[in-house]
């Protein structure tokens, strides 16, 4: 059982376009975050949300918590080519995964930003 | 600082092989998780070890066990290899405690069964 669902799984857009890609799941999270992976490297973490409706804004990302803390969603204004990547979300139980390093990852959204 | 390296970071082995992977964590840190990246499945939570000790565990069989040393730093090993553990081994580290569990990723070893 997948228990944080995203999507979509792939989304390829042309340079300047805005996207916003999804992260839901039927299990309350304390906390929820997002990484970037890049081919070949390991997950980079971007942001972690932790109240029910925080908006977090890095640059040209945002990224929002569900009220019930159930949900994100991660908007891209003004895509560009170095956007490229899989975005993975991952639910922690407690602020960061409480004292367990135990994360629980979306299968992730596959980036593709074209010039 | 240093990041969190993995080794090696590209392996091929057969199946019914065994296969030890090396992880060595951001100095300072005591928590060690590994997870394991395919494409069907994503990327899966294997454990975790902080202070030499096993704290949480993933739904993986018994072929799949780790340890951590004083220093920290992790093994994670891979006994009777089947070709379904093909993947990308990925560890973490991080302080481990409830208030800063922030995790930081190695590049991974990329693990081939043929």
């Known amino acids: 059982t997948q228990l944080l669902e995203q999507s979509p799984q792939f989304l390829s857009i042309q340079e300047g376009e805005n996207l916003t890609v999804y992260c839901n799941s039927s299990?309350?999270?304390?906390?929820l975050q997002w990484y970037r992976q890049e081919p070949g490297e390991g997950p980079v973490l971007l942001v972690t949300?932790?109240?029910?409706?925080e908006v977090k804004k890095l640059k040209r990302l945002t990224f929002q918590f569900g009220d019930a803390r159930k949900d994100s969603s991660l908007h891209i204004t003004a895509a560009q080519p170095g956007d490229t990547g899989l975005y993975l979300c991952?639910?922690?139980?407690?602020?960061?995964?409480?004292?367990?390093?135990?994360?629980?990852f979306g299968k992730g959204t596959k980036l593709s930003v074209k010039p | 600082k240093a990041g969190v390296t993995q080794t090696p970071r590209y392996l091929i082995k057969t199946r019914g092989q065994q296969v030890t992977l090396s992880c060595s964590p951001i100095?300072?840190?005591?928590?060690v998780s590994w997870y394991q990246q395919t494409p069907g499945q994503g990327l899966q939570f294997l454990f975790e070890?902080?202070?030499?000790?096993?704290?949480n565990k993933g739904n993986f069989p018994g072929r799949f066990s780790g340890r951590q040393f004083s220093n920290s730093r992790s093994e994670m090993n891979v006994s009777t290899l089947e070709l379904g553990d093909s993947a990308l081994y990925l560890c973490?580290?991080?302080?481990?405690?409830?208030?800063?569990?922030?995790?930081?990723f190695g590049p991974g070893t990329r693990l081939t069964v043929l």
């Open positions: 100095s300072g840190h005591r928590s």
């Open positions: 973490a580290s991080s302080f481990g405690t409830y208030d800063d569990n922030e995790q930081f």
């Open positions: 299990s309350v999270f304390s906390s």
């Open positions: 991952a639910g922690a139980r407690g602020r960061y995964g409480g004292s367990q390093g135990n994360l629980i």
């Open positions: 070890y902080f202070s030499e000790t096993q704290r």
């Open positions: 949300v932790v109240t029910g409706g």
